[in-house]
């Protein structure tokens, strides 16, 4: 699917496999040239940032680090972070369920389009995704005047960031589910359905359990994309301190007054937090691997 | 027929109305204003916005520095998809984890952690710099943030297909004589070859539309270190909306057409290796 990249797998390690025959191994100079490049290349561009993050957050001491995290307007910026995930997560699981049963479970035409549609907002840029909403209910906007009218704010106000949040994590749930629900087929369902179970019964008790590490799986990286989305909600921010700003909104205004030491403190916790989602995500993928394997027996 | 056969299963209606929905809501009816929106502007006065002097050199910043940065991640990520199949080495657990750190970090924390580690006093800008080689606040600044985060693309699209490859195929190269590295070239690469490029498509998308970790490093310099994205948010500053909506139609019709590519790319590594993904 287009957009995707990571979906529920665990690398199981077989590296013995190849490296104990001739005809699948490199000489040695040769492994260790594409492994020398390959590691420099990974500390280079992804280990030396993650680790600059927490030594810039520290390098005024703990006590500034501390403060940077309790003052209001990062408080404040966390319980919006919090309160956006909090909406755009159920909203999402919801709709992904949704789709992943009408397309893994029946036959209908336009399937491969609906797919590829689910999938679209991954492929827009996260400015174009702010921008949509500004352009619907902005001033100038389709509801602009009427909003106005009755002095409902969207855009420059929580609801703006909320609705762009959910666009932008729209695919993750179901583009982990359609592709797992498609290969565990329907017959289990349909035998839960012909000895007489409804609906919600043969969902809970049937496709539920086998799903759960997928759904978990897309749960937490949708948590990810929504607590750390900066692009399409600093669009339809209006950068409010205290007021409509999230987590990354109120690093980058820290980060633009020079100061330093609270940008890189409050983005160590969005780094910490994008840690435990690895972890998190690590954890399922062996979860899931061993629940395959104790079928397969 | 299809619409015709009885349906064991309850709840189709429901599930797809409902998915329907919920699509157009969200996605489909918003990203239609845009469209809708620009068509206020006559077709010449469309063509004068986005041919722009200014906006055309955004054009070749993103695009130029997003086709660099996904070759440079086809490479490596090639390379390091390769060594955690195929070699043993310690602390892979924890590096085939971490190559998925780009997904899950917020691209403002990978933008001003780049900014930190390039400027003229950072931890690598300090070494750098003395060389001449400026990387941030220009246009490096902004390949160095798009290498980050279009690695995964490659390596999680490659990955998979060179787990399932069969040694078999090796070990007949092997014994009919061929060099490790004729192996590679005439067997191995064509079997990844469809992965390799839709990694590659992902990242050019990924990295065409990307704005977080760029703004911080790029020094947003016009005609030099301008993004297409930030040319949006600069026209939406200066409330020139309907400018900003033309540039975003450019935008949305690339995406469009790559993920258009990256579809047909899918298509063929599924026929290629024979996986359903």
């Known amino acids: ?297 | 027929m299809a619409a015709q056969q009885h349906k064991v299963l309850p709840g189709f209606h429901l599930a797809l109305g409902y998915t329907l929905v919920y699509l157009s809501l969200v996605v489909l009816i918003p990203l239609a204003a845009v469209f809708i929106k620009s068509s206020a502007l006559s077709l010449e006065e469309f063509w004068a916005v986005v041919s722009a002097p200014r906006v055309v050199a955004t054009y070749q910043v993103s695009f130029g520095l997003s086709l660099l940065a996904a070759a440079i991640n086809a490479v490596f990520g090639l390379m390091l998809a390769w060594a955690l199949v195929r070699y043993r080495f310690p602390g892979k657990k924890l590096v085939d984890a971490l190559v998925d750190l780009p997904f899950a970090l917020p691209t403002a924390v990978a933008g001003i952690a780049l900014t930190a580690l390039y400027a003229g006093n950072g931890w690598l800008g300090q070494y750098l710099e003395p060389l001449g080689i400026k990387v941030a606040f220009g246009p490096l600044g902004i390949l160095v943030a798009l290498v980050f985060i279009g690695l995964p693309f490659v390596v999680r699209t490659v990955q998979p297909i060179l787990e399932d490859l069969d040694t078999e195929l090796e070990e007949a190269a092997a014994s009919l004589g061929a060099q490790r590295w004729q192996t590679f070239r005439l067997v191995i690469l064509p079997i990844l070859l469809p992965a390799l490029l839709t990694g590659f498509a992902l990242a050019f998308a990924r990295a065409v539309g990307e704005y977080g970790s760029v703004i911080f490093i790029a020094g947003n310099l016009p005609f030099v270190s301008e993004i297409t994205p930030l040319m949006i948010i600069t026209k939406l500053e200066q409330y020139d909306y309907v400018g900003a909506t033309a540039i975003a139609v450019v935008m949305l019709l690339i995406s469009f057409a790559l993920l258009l590519l990256i579809n047909l790319l899918q298509a063929w590594t599924a026929k290629r290796t024979g996986r359903n993904r």
């Open chain 1, 1 to 297: 699917m287009a957009g995707a990249a990571t979906t529920l797998h665990w690398h199981g390690d077989h590296a013995s496999k190849y490296e104990s025959r001739s005809a699948t191994r490199e000489a040695p100079w040769v492994k260790g040239l594409i492994l020398g490049l390959s590691l420099t290349f990974f500390a280079v561009f992804l280990l030396l940032p993650l680790v600059a993050v927490f030594v810039e957050a520290l390098r005024k001491g703990l006590e500034t680090y501390w403060l940077a995290l309790v003052e209001p307007d990062a408080l404040s910026a966390i319980k919006l972070t919090l309160i956006t995930a909090a909406i755009a997560l159920p909203v999402n699981l919801v709709f992904g369920v949704a789709a992943a049963w009408a397309i893994a479970k029946f036959e209908f035409r336009g399937k491969q389009l609906l797919t590829t549609l689910i999938d679209l907002p991954f492929s827009v840029s996260p400015v174009v995704a702010g921008l949509i909403y500004v352009l619907i209910f902005g001033a100038q906007g389709w509801f602009g005047p009427w909003l106005a009218e009755h002095d409902i704010r969207i855009v420059f106000a929580v609801p703006g960031i909320v609705l762009a949040t959910v666009f932008v994590t729209f695919p993750f749930v179901a583009r982990e589910l359609i592709p797992l629900m498609q290969a565990q087929g329907k017959e289990e369902e349909e035998a839960a359905v012909v000895l007489g179970a409804n609906g919600w019964q043969t969902f809970w008790h049937v496709t539920l359990p086998n799903i759960k590490w997928g759904l978990l799986y897309g749960v937490i990286l949708c948590n990810a994309r929504a607590m750390g989305e900066f692009g399409a909600v600093s669009v339809v921010s209006g950068h409010i301190r205290g007021q409509t700003n999230t987590m990354p909104l109120h690093v980058e205004i820290l980060y633009n007054e020079y100061n330093f030491a609270a940008a890189f403190a409050v983005a160590s916790v969005l780094a910490l937090l994008a840690l435990v989602t690895l972890v998190i995500k690590t954890w399922v993928e062996w979860k899931a691997a061993q629940a395959q394997a104790a079928i397969e027996k």
